[in-house]
């Protein structure tokens, strides 16, 4: 019986993938509390000129060609007392438009395997032709067999982006972003939130590179923790910066758990900052009459600790 064909773009090049212009899927409802009432977004009658202005940017984003480039520049070998492995620096670059930020994240070849597992259970058909580089029994730490795995990987991770279900995937995002969004959020619960803040701005840059420009409510948990940890470090003003930067998100797609606490926290930042805040007190009190009852009031720290316990 013939294999299906995996439908594939043509791009000339392993680690240049032209990305489509669809959403991510995982960005729901069901993950996000959004209500179906907004998921295409709202009409321009319901927005203000700053988020107008932020709605029509972001739709001329999308129409801009944009092409992810993966690059594993370097690895290196760590022993531990009982284990020795290898770790591969991951860099994402994304073309078509001035790319000035190096992000790049560690991954172990074992996290590759897990992604791989995740990703057959899911789309094992369309993944036929998509060999993850074998597991070797020795040699491992071969300087000359680093060198072939980093370029074995960097063109695995190409081939990945450019089946159209994969690179949509949440277990294609979580890869880059989810072991840094763990820690990151233990050590904010431990009140270690310089540290924090350099691996959520890790997180964020990841995500706007892989799609948070088409698919924003995916930025809106990490912003906030940013917030929160901006804000307990004395920094008021980069707090509210990133505070206004989740709000029309949290407006525009009903991301009702955030509304409340996040405009509570807008509103006393506002005071700190001597910012007018009398429209953000109107609509904090409408929010909360209108949750009157219905759920608890948490704080928007309450909210974020909860976040990958």
């Not at 172990?108 to 074998?134: A, C, G, K, N, T």
């Not at 279900?165 to 233990?186: G, I, K």
């Not at 805040?277 to 904090?284: G, I, K």
Request: charged share 25%; aromatic share 8%.
């Amino acid at each position: 019986m013939a294999k299906r064909a995996v439908p594939q773009e043509n791009t000339g090049i392993n680690t240049g993938i032209q990305q489509s212009n669809d959403p991510y899927p995982e960005a729901t409802a069901e993950s996000l509390d959004l209500e179906d009432s907004h998921q295409q977004g709202p009409s321009s009658s319901c927005m203000t000129t700053k988020e107008l202005q932020q709605h029509w940017g972001a739709a001329k984003h999308r129409l801009k060609p944009v092409k992810l480039l993966f690059e594993i520049p370097s690895a290196r070998t760590i022993a531990q007392h009982l284990s020795k492995y290898v770790v591969y620096q991951i860099v994402l670059i994304r073309s078509g438009s001035y790319d000035s930020k190096r992000v790049s994240v560690e991954r172990r070849y074992s996290d590759f395997v897990h992604l791989h597992q995740q990703l057959l259970e899911d789309f094992s058909e369309e993944l036929e032709e998509v060999i993850l580089p074998r597991k070797l029994l020795t040699g491992n730490f071969n300087p000359e067999t680093i060198w072939e795995r980093r370029l074995a990987l960097r063109d695995y991770l190409a081939q990945l982006y450019a089946v159209r279900c994969v690179r949509h995937s949440r277990h294609f995002l979580d890869f880059f972003t989810e072991p840094e969004q763990r820690r990151a959020h233990r050590l904010l619960r431990a009140g270690q939130f310089g540290p924090a803040v350099a691996l959520l701005e890790t997180v964020l840059e990841f995500q706007e590179k892989m799609g948070g420009w088409q698919s924003p409510v995916l930025l809106v948990p990490t912003l906030c923790a940013l917030t929160v940890c901006q804000r307990d470090l004395e920094e008021p003003e980069s707090a509210f910066t990133m505070g206004q930067r989740a709000l029309p998100t949290v407006r525009r797609y009903g991301l009702k758990r955030y509304r409340g606490p996040l405009l509570e926290m807008m509103v006393d930042l506002g005071y700190q900052l001597g910012r007018p805040v009398a429209q953000l007190q109107e609509e904090l009190v409408q929010v909360r009459d209108a949750e009157r009852g219905l759920v608890s009031f948490r704080s928007l720290k309450e909210l974020v600790v909860q976040e990958f316990t």
